[in-house]
T-cell receptor, first 116, second 110 residues
Framework: EAGVAQSPRYKIIEKRQSVAFWCNPISGHATLYWYQQILGQGPKLLIQFQNNGVVDDSQLPKDRFSAERLKGVDSTLKIQPAKLEDSAVYLC??????????????FGPGTRLLVL | RKEVEQDPGPFNVPEGATVAFNCTYSNSASQSFFWYRQDCRKEPKLLMSVYSSGNEDGRFTAQLNRASQYISLLIRDSKLSDSATYLCAMIIQGAQKLVFGQGTRLTINP
């Protein structure tokens, strides 16, 4: 079974530039998550989709971050404009469904972003 | 106060030793608990869920103490390959999201 795919794996940009990340979840997984992991910290949920609807985006900095999952499959996360503090690993994860008892989330390899 | 707190370490222990670390949480409504393992520059992977009665998987034992609001992970007979960052995570009742601790870095020395 193919895992969660993400691209690009690495990105270096200058502050105020724009950047986009792509994620393709495991086939059949209805729930997709984007996390931000800053060095030395645990992953922080940015946005969660159930099919193509947003379930939680309370921690997404909406003035500069946006995400979409138009057809309920793959997803893109965009930052425009980027700030130095956005330097982090952006992890995409997916699960079959959302469950309060914790459906296993499978993580992709992440996109490592460096903002100069 | 952070929702989930872990001692970041690093923990340096010799191969074969037993090591344990805890993760405390502030919200008593936390209902589901997990330990994830994250290797350097890799993604987190689920190590084990933590059940109220405690659970064991080989050399790994996870326990939940609701009264004191913490979960623990015990690793017996540690191997070099156990070197990683261990992240605790939990789901808070009513919030449809997984909240992670900052991780505890473990290095097993030969």
């Amino acid at each position: 079974e193919a895992g969660v795919a993400q691209s690009p794996r690495y990105k270096i940009i200058e502050k105020r530039q724009s950047v986009a990340f792509w994620c393709n979840p495991i086939s059949g997984h209805a729930t997709l998550y984007w996390y931000q992991q800053i060095l030395g910290q645990g992953p922080k949920l940015l946005i969660q989709f159930q099919n193509n609807g947003v379930v939680d985006d309370s921690q997404l900095p909406k003035d500069r971050f946006s995400a979409e999952r138009l057809k309920g499959v793959d997803s893109t996360l965009k930052i425009q404009p980027a700030k130095l503090e956005d330097s982090a690993v952006y992890l995409c994860a997916s699960s079959l469904e959302w469950s309060s008892v914790g459906e296993t989330q499978y993580f992709g390899p992440g996109t490592r972003l460096l903002v100069l | 106060r952070k929702e989930v707190e872990q001692d970041p370490g690093p923990f340096n222990v010799p191969e074969g030793a037993t090591v344990a670390f805890n993760c405390t949480y502030s919200n008593s409504a936390s209902q589901s608990f997990f330990w994830y393992r994250q290797d350097c520059r890799k993604e987190p992977k689920l190590l084990m869920s933590v059940y109220s009665s405690g659970n064991e998987d080989g050399r790994f034992t996870a326990q939940l103490n609701r009264a004191s609001q913490y979960i623990s992970l015990l690793i017996r007979d540690s191997k070099l390959s156990d070197s990683a960052t261990y992240l605790c995570a939990m789901i808070i009742q009513g919030a449809q999201k997984l909240v992670f601790g900052q991780g505890t870095r473990l290095t097993i020395n030969p």
